[in-house]
């Protein structure tokens, strides 16, 4: 992904990123692809990681600030989006694959429905060798910094369809790497 942050670029470690929205007028997910990362040779059944809920109140923090900077009203915290975000990282952990839909996993629209009835949702997920809170807000920003027509991730930070969000970001440590997710919703 080419920045105009090089210090930026060279603090990530194979950054990867992929977001996708669902509306009730679309009936299936725009998917981006996910950007070329590098993915290990075997998945993993059992990992292990650390939640960081602090990271995520952080990567929270920074969304509703690049909102306020476009004259967006602030996202509500979502105890339940942020379950189905968790949920999500750690398949994404277990088969150390980035994707919205890991194979033996619902979409996106199915899984945010198991924890919150919405009429609108979005997902954004990254990863990157930054195993820290500031390798959590540098994917936040690298999403935010977007530009079209690759800026799906962009669009969801800043869509006027969504008024809740949930954050999760797990350090797994067996695979190296940071997880991000974050699920957008408007309730029913």
Request: proline share 5%; glycine share 8%.
């Amino acid at each position: 992904m080419t920045r105009r942050l090089p210090a930026l670029l060279s603090a990530l470690v194979g950054l990867g990123v992929a977001a996708a929205s669902l509306t009730p007028v679309a009936a299936q997910a725009a998917v981006e692809p996910a950007r070329p990362a590098v993915q290990a040779a075997a998945a993993s059944s059992t990992f292990a990681y650390t939640n960081h809920k602090d990271w995520a109140t952080a990567v929270f923090t920074q969304i509703n600030v690049e909102r306020a900077k476009n004259g967006l009203r602030a996202l509500r915290w979502s105890d339940k989006l942020s379950l189905s975000a968790h949920r999500h990282n750690l398949q994404m952990g277990q088969q150390n694959t980035l994707s919205h839909q890991l194979p033996g996993e619902a979409p996106l629209g199915e899984r945010v429905t198991v924890f919150y009835a919405w009429s609108a949702c979005g997902e954004n997920i990254g990863w990157n060798g930054a195993r820290t809170q500031a390798g959590a807000l540098a994917l936040e920003t690298a999403m935010y910094e977007e530009t079209p027509p690759n800026d799906g991730h962009r669009r969801n930070i800043l869509s006027t369809s969504f008024v809740d969000v949930g954050v999760d970001v797990i350090d797994d440590s067996t695979h190296g790497r940071l997880w991000l997710t974050t699920d957008f919703g408007r309730p029913r």
